[in-house]
């Protein structure tokens, strides 16, 4: 396969394809284009060439809209009309950057393709000198050498902990900013950890020996281009200036990171930078065994005597080293136990999973990654049942994971597997038991556990007093699952109630504690109609995760759902839909289009178009979100009869009456003998059947399932509920067409003044009751 490179150099005088003919012929044939000073990418405009290679061309590209002055280094893919793998290939490079969300890894701004094919993006620019270059010009002792690229290594074990390797860690790939931060750039031969046919490359003098060797590369392989770049930079110096000296400890590390086998080499980034850090704080390394007379010299660097001619300062560090060498025998045994549990997880994740597979950090949607847990959880006990405490730990983590990807059910039995573990190392009270037992409650959303939620919760809740640990943390996250089990089966008065009587106990806690709070409070009160209030405090959880976590986390993009759900019922339905419009790009993105969060926005995006009085389009939603739905939580889940009921009414707005009544037959179907288990769903499908029999011209029909409605409402819901009055409403309407106009009449007038002349999504319903009142 041809690349830009390649080209470039048979295009060469004197080459095969030298000469002028040649190479307008070549160019022409493959689609050959190069950007010019001053053209027009986009918002940029392009300034000059930064550099070329295989990948692509780069160039230095300002913005040009007027929105705000910025620089970016824009890659563009000169080939329009090659084989589609190149093209992959640079797409892949694109997908890599915007996962990688790292205060330390440029940041990936823009992209697209121009007019004529060719694929470009926009990557934050950063001016600045390679690594080493900066190290050395600003003369740089060791230690500040360390401190400048332990955010680097941070940087790594972040695309690591998203299955991603670098493959081409070197000096110029790290720059520094005017502000002395370093950046790690050039993704373009990154490679998923899971892709064994990822295409071999590497930089000489900085690619490890699998890689010259062009063998699979792993975590280890990104290990040993750390250590290499760690050593470059320590010995690079300035002209006339000799590099600085360092300790053996460093030289250890160095040597263990550039191990010639891989296995003995660190296990992770994280491994190395925890090694960087002890380094600094003159304490052993693990990359070399601790003597006495070595611990004493580092003793003695961290804390110096102040005067050390001082006979009572000799005999008090006398007796302190002395304290301190029984201290170190009593912690023998200890220090052994926690370095098998540290053998045992690094021997686990190496054989039987890959370091770091949570997608809620980095927003990957990738289905293989919850496969890959499924499998790893199966190895968890024939692999660690000597050290259950470790098998909990590791089936925490799965279950994290899992939970972040939607799989609730297998994220569960992880859960269950670490109660089992847990149990049997510390004990039924213990605190791990107890947070394992919660976690799965939190992930507990099939209907049989939602009805039986509050009662496992409160024997939870029971224990968590019990406990002989501190428990005011826990005993509050457990209240407010309490609240959140109150709302998943439709009881929003406790809900709310549950929520009120929590905020005070929660004022010292996180913010992310209390905005997780907030965001419950706000869903109950819209769903009793206190929108005003539903939306100051969704936007109360909005500002506390924000500031705590960053505008695009995901438990920050999440406090938009309350705040849509509240403009939905206030009728400010475009807001909503702009907000929602966002919100799905962002969480599809990040969850994919089948996670139960990106699926309620999509539910809740097709019920605010509907009600914006585009049916149509709100239908497309609801379909998409009621597939979705059936797919991963299946046909007899409340949550689908939900959309499949909301579905109908949309689908009636639109004059597709037959349609609609299929949507709601399997709402119907899917509710089956649990209606009255989950009253909210039950009314809303109540009402849009009533709807239905009314728009075909069977008003009796209407008028009993009207009747139901209401009375079923008036179990859920306050006086004076606007639902309640929208369900008078269309009774009033069914009583009229049935020929009892007095009695309609006289509903339609009530139902009209209770409410009032705010935007309602059946304003048809709203104008049909006035019409008849003429």
Not at 491 to 518: K, W
Not at 570 to 588: F, M, P, S, V
Not at 617 to 628: K, M
């Amino acid at each position: 396969m041809t690349t830009p490179d390649t080209l470039d150099r048979l295009l060469e005088p004197g080459r095969l394809l030298g000469g002028a003919l040649a190479e307008g012929m070549l160019r022409e044939q493959l689609g050959v284009t190069e950007l010019a000073c001053g053209q027009m990418l986009g918002a940029f405009r392009i300034e000059r060439e930064l550099g070329r290679g295989g990948m692509g061309i780069v160039y230095l590209a300002a913005r040009a809209d007027g929105a705000y002055e910025q620089h970016v280094a824009i890659k563009w893919l000169p080939l329009s009309r090659l084989h589609a793998g190149h093209a992959d290939r640079f797409r892949h490079e694109r997908q890599i950057h915007a996962r990688l969300r790292h205060p330390n890894i440029a940041r990936l701004l823009d992209g697209g393709h121009s007019a004529d094919g060719h694929l470009w993006f926009a990557l934050e620019h950063v001016e600045g000198l390679p690594v080493d270059a900066h190290a050395a010009s600003a003369g740089l002792d060791w230690r500040a050498r360390v401190r400048l690229l332990l955010p680097v290594v941070e940087a790594v074990q972040f695309a690591h902990g998203r299955l991603l390797l670098h493959r081409d860690i070197k000096p110029d790939n790290v720059l520094v900013d005017s502000d002395g931060r370093p950046k790690l750039i050039d993704f373009g031969v990154a490679a998923w950890l899971l892709d064994a046919h990822a295409p071999s490359a590497c930089t000489p003098g900085f690619a490890s020996p699998e890689q010259q060797a062009g063998g699979a590369t792993e975590v280890t392989s990104d290990i040993w281009q750390l250590g290499r770049l760690l050593h470059h930079v320590l010995l690079a110096e300035k002209p006339g200036q000799p590099a600085p000296a360092y300790p053996r400890d460093l030289a250890a590390i160095i040597a263990k990171a550039t191990d010639p086998l891989p296995a003995r080499r660190y296990a992770s980034a994280s491994a190395l930078h925890d090694d960087l850090q002890r380094v600094l704080r003159h304490r052993p390394v693990s990359a070399r065994p601790p003597r006495l007379p070595h611990r004493l010299h580092l003793l003695l660097r961290a804390h110096p005597f102040g005067t050390v001619g001082s006979l009572l300062a000799a005999l008090a560090f006398a007796a302190m080293v002395a304290g301190f060498m029984l201290k170190l025998t009593r912690e023998r045994d200890t220090a052994q136990h926690a370095q098998a549990v540290a053998e045992a997880v690094n021997a686990f994740l190496n054989r039987d999973f890959l370091p770091g597979a949570d997608p809620l950090q980095g927003g990957s949607s990738d289905l293989s990654v919850a496969a890959l847990s499924e499998h790893a959880l199966d190895r968890v006990e024939p692999r660690l049942h000597d050290l259950p405490e470790v098998a909990g730990r590791v089936e925490m983590s799965l279950g994290r994971t899992l939970a972040n990807l939607g799989h609730f059910k297998a994220a569960r039995r992880a859960f269950s597997h670490a109660i089992e573990h847990f149990t049997a190392a510390y004990g039924a009270h213990d605190q791990r038991v107890l947070r394992s037992r919660l976690a799965r409650e939190q992930v507990a959303i099939d209907p049989a556990s939602l009805q039986a939620a509050d009662q496992h919760l409160r024997v939870l809740r029971h224990d968590v007093l019990a406990s002989p640990q501190p428990h005011a943390e826990l005993l509050a996250e457990v209240d407010a699952q309490l609240a959140r089990a109150a709302f998943l089966r439709d009881d929003f008065s406790l809900c709310e109630a549950r929520y009120v009587a929590l905020l005070p106990r929660l004022a010292d806690a996180a913010p992310v504690t209390r905005a997780d709070a907030y965001m419950g409070l706000g869903l109950c009160e819209s769903r009793l109609g206190h929108w005003s209030l539903a939306l100051a405090h969704a936007r109360k959880a909005r500002a506390l995760d924000e500031h705590a976590l960053g505008v695009d986390h995901p438990l920050t993009l999440e406090t938009h759902i309350a705040i849509a759900a509240a403009l939905i019922g206030l009728g400010h339905y475009d807001q909503a839909t702009i907000l929602l419009r966002d919100l799905l790009t962002r969480l599809d993105h990040r969850y994919g289009p089948l996670h139960p969060t990106t699926l309620t926005v999509t539910h809740d995006l097709g019920l605010a178009i509907t009600c914006a009085g585009h049916p149509d389009q709100g239908a497309q939603w609801l379909r998409r979100a009621a597939d979705g739905r059936a797919q991963t939580l299946g046909t007899q889940h409340p949550w689908y009869a939900m959309t499949e009921s909301v579905l109908g009414m949309a689908l009636l707005q639109g004059h597709h009456a037959d349609e609609a009544a299929h949507a709601l037959a399997r709402a119907r179907q899917a509710l089956g003998t649990n209606a009255a288990a989950t009253p909210y769903i039950q009314v809303t499908l109540l009402e849009n059947e009533a709807d239905l029999a009314l728009a075909q011209g069977r008003p009796a029909e209407a008028a009993r399932r009207y009747d139901t409605a209401i009375d079923a409402a008036t179990k859920t819901y306050p006086d004076g509920y606007r639902r309640l009055s929208m369900l008078r409403l269309g009774l009033g309407l069914a009583l009229f067409d049935e020929g009892r106009v007095t009695a309609g009449r006289a509903l339609l007038r009530q139902s009209l003044q209770a409410v009032g002349h705010r935007p309602d999504c059946r304003g048809n319903q709203i104008a049909a009751a006035r019409e008849r009142l003429r």
